[in-house]
């Protein structure tokens, strides 16, 4: 399913060839999509297109914190394997062959010069969902939906998946589903579980808590009713 082709000014490009026939960098070019949407993410935009009867993401990768004040999306290549838009690629890959609720990827791209790189990622768009954390400046979820909530996030780490930036915005939730998004820099590992897991609900909960200082409805009870259902995926914090 997956394939993997080089690109003439030098890069590569991973993708599923079920979702798109060899595609060129011009893919990840926000200029190539008139119609597109912008949407501001955590550390940039991101882009949503329509190819077809496709909805996708286009997520270009940008650096956060100090250091982006002077490299901004440039970062040190060590092996195409180890680039943040191909780990991404393939934990996304393995995710969905579990059934894990998470995007499907379309393609990655890699732009190589010399021993840096950059690039981007395709990814699959969900529609008809919000924001956990811009729900819950809407209204109260109910005891029920915390729980599937919950039961998502245990999901996750059932398949040993440190997920290093789990808060209210990468949650997202409909009607009859909850999904997890943004996987840059997470990764299956499989020693440490009970120390990743403690550090993951830490960081959702202090997320659900800046929610709440901006006039969001998340209370104690719903942190109860969030680990009864992490809980009932059969995760033990203890262990």
Request: hydrophobic letters at 40%.
């Amino acid at each position: 399913m997956d394939s993997e082709i080089k690109t003439p000014a030098g890069g590569r490009i991973l993708f599923d060839g079920s979702r798109v026939a060899t595609p060129g960098p011009e893919l990840f070019d926000a200029g190539h999509w008139p119609g597109r949407q912008v949407l501001q993410g955590g550390r940039g935009q991101v882009y949503f297109v329509d190819c077809a009867e496709q909805a996708w993401v286009i997520k270009p990768y940008l650096r956060g914190g100090f250091v982006r004040r002077f490299i901004e999306r440039s970062y040190l290549f060590l092996g195409y394997e180890k680039t943040r838009m191909f780990r991404e690629y393939r934990l996304l890959r393995y995710l969905t062959s579990r059934n894990v609720p998470v995007p499907h990827p379309v393609a990655a791209w890699v732009s190589r010069s010399g021993l840096r790189y950059e690039g981007a990622i395709i990814i699959e768009r969900f529609e008809g969902v919000h924001a956990l954390s811009e729900i819950l400046l809407e209204r109260q979820l109910a005891a029920s939906e915390w729980r599937a909530v919950g039961c998502c996030i245990g999901r996750l780490h059932d398949e040993h998946i440190n997920h290093k930036d789990l808060n209210a915005s990468n949650i997202l939730v409909n009607e009859a589903s909850v999904f997890i998004i943004d996987f840059d820099r997470c990764a299956l590992q499989r020693l440490g579980a009970r120390f990743y897991r403690r550090a993951n609900l830490r960081r959702l909960r202090r997320s659900l808590m800046r929610v709440a200082g901006a006039g969001g409805k998340f209370s104690a009870e719903d942190w109860d009713a969030f680990m009864r259902g992490y809980a009932s995926n059969g995760k033990d914090l203890h262990r």
